[in-house]
């Protein structure tokens, strides 16, 4: 069997950085198995497959190279992206994906593209055995956690990015990842974060865009505004554009085709 491949960096402004994501279109929806063992040759954070439908929406699923997720923004980015790139959807049409967290939306609008997601706050809640620790945070200032997710804010940027957590113990906290947030350093980024996820087989991701389901309306809150610029300060970087609008978030970013191949199994 053969299957075209496309490797897109989302939420980057230039190839090799932002978040990579696998993209693959399917003729028919694949066993399960077969999914996760492609997710798992490709090797990065997320793997997408799409499955169209008549009437011109996508099913999309999302795996890492050790489980399905339930929401990831960074490949659905690229899936939009992709499906515009390649002639699938017209240029001034919207893409509407089926997903494990309902149907989620993709516009073009003035060089970003725009996802609609769910909003995904965290709730104060103190943290289990291990986790402060196994980041190395002395003091945070906020703990939260959401349906997958914990958060925890801390006093700066600096701190953030001098994170080098403990991987084996967080792995072993029971949830989907940890993001780690704090303000921006300047005035055009209202707040920064990482974003931990072994338990995924994820150590770090470079760019979480589902992340900011939680961390946007958190920082709306915090800085009344609704509309927030967000670093994620991994190695390779990224930033995202992020609008709280009551339930929903809206997550801009830019993308760039890498690579291009053919699967063979």
């Known amino acids: 069997m053969k299957l075209p491949i496309v490797q897109v960096d989302a939420f980057a402004e230039r190839a090799f950085t932002g978040n990579p994501a696998a993209v693959c279109l399917l003729p028919s929806m694949l066993p399960d198995a077969s999914l996760l063992a492609i997710a ?8 997408a497959f799409l499955l169209g439908r008549t009437d011109g929406s996508y099913d999309l699923r999302w795996f890492t190279p050790a489980v399905e ?19 699938h959807l017209a240029p001034n049409a919207d893409a509407r994906f089926h997903t494990r967290s309902g149907e989620l939306g993709a516009r073009r609008a003035t060089g970003q593209i725009v ?3 769910p909003a995904q706050p965290a709730h104060a809640t103190s943290p289990p055995d291990g986790l402060i620790q196994a980041l190395g945070i002395s003091a945070p200032r906020f703990v939260g956690r959401n349906a997958t997710d914990w958060m925890l804010e801390v006093e700066s940027a600096a701190v953030v990015r001098s994170l080098k957590p403990d991987f084996l113990t967080l792995k072993s906290i029971e949830a989907r990842g940890v993001m780690v947030t704090a303000p921006g350093e300047d005035r055009e980024i209202d707040f920064v974060s990482r ?3 072994p338990a995924c087989g994820i150590d770090e991701d470079p760019v979480t865009g589902s992340a900011h389901c939680c961390l946007g309306p958190f920082w709306a809150g915090k800085l009344g505004k609704t509309a927030l610029v967000a670093r994620q300060l991994s190695a390779r970087g990224g930033t995202v554009h992020v609008e709280v609008n009551g339930p929903r978030v809206r997550l801009g970013g830019t993308a760039v085709t890498v690579m291009r191949g053919e699967l063979e199994f």
């Open 115 to 117: 996802l609609d997601f």
């Open 69 to 87: 997720v339930d929401l990831c923004g960074h490949a659905t980015l690229a899936s939009a992206h992709v499906l515009w790139q390649d002639g």
């Open 195 to 197: 974003f931990f996820a």
């Open 40 to 47: 798992g040759e490709m090797n990065l954070s997320e793997t």
